[in-house]
């Protein structure tokens, strides 16, 4: 069974840098694409990034494109979320999702898998 645990959310200076860690456990996810949603009080669920497993092909939200990036360690069998130039806006609580399929979506339905999510806040 395929289980997510999200990490590294805190109280960041806008400007500021953060760095967020998915540690996945279950299986291999080298069929895996693996995302990373956000979700601010009253907001639907926002998606921000989508990685491959098996290539690390990638994709971002123009929201965060030039300040986030996704990274991954085998090894570890982690997924992190470097976060910079923080925004105020940018708060949330940040979510890992998995979907079974080499064929990523951008969209939160799709994915199977969640962590429990991971709170940001970012302030001015």
């Known amino acids: 069974q395929v289980q997510l645990v999200e990490s590294g959310g805190g109280l960041v200076q806008a400007g500021g840098s953060l760095r967020l860690s998915c540690a996945a456990s279950?299986?291999?996810?080298?069929?895996?694409?693996i995302a990373w949603f956000r979700q601010a009080p009253g907001k639907e669920r926002e998606f921000v990034t989508y990685?491959?497993?098996?290539?690390?092909?990638?994709y971002y939200a123009d929201s965060v494109k030039g300040r986030f990036t996704i990274s991954r360690d085998n090894a570890k069998n982690t997924v992190y979320l470097q976060m910079n130039s923080l925004k105020p806006e940018d708060t949330a609580v940040y979510y890992c999702?998995?979907?079974?399929?080499?064929?990523?979506?951008?969209?939160?339905?799709?994915?199977?898998?969640w962590g429990q999510g991971t709170l940001v806040t970012v302030s001015s």
């Open positions: 999702a998995a979907l079974a399929s080499l064929t990523p979506s951008i969209y939160a339905y799709e994915y199977g898998y």
């Open positions: 990685s491959r497993w098996r290539d690390g092909r990638s």
């Open positions: 279950g299986r291999t996810f080298s069929s895996y694409t």
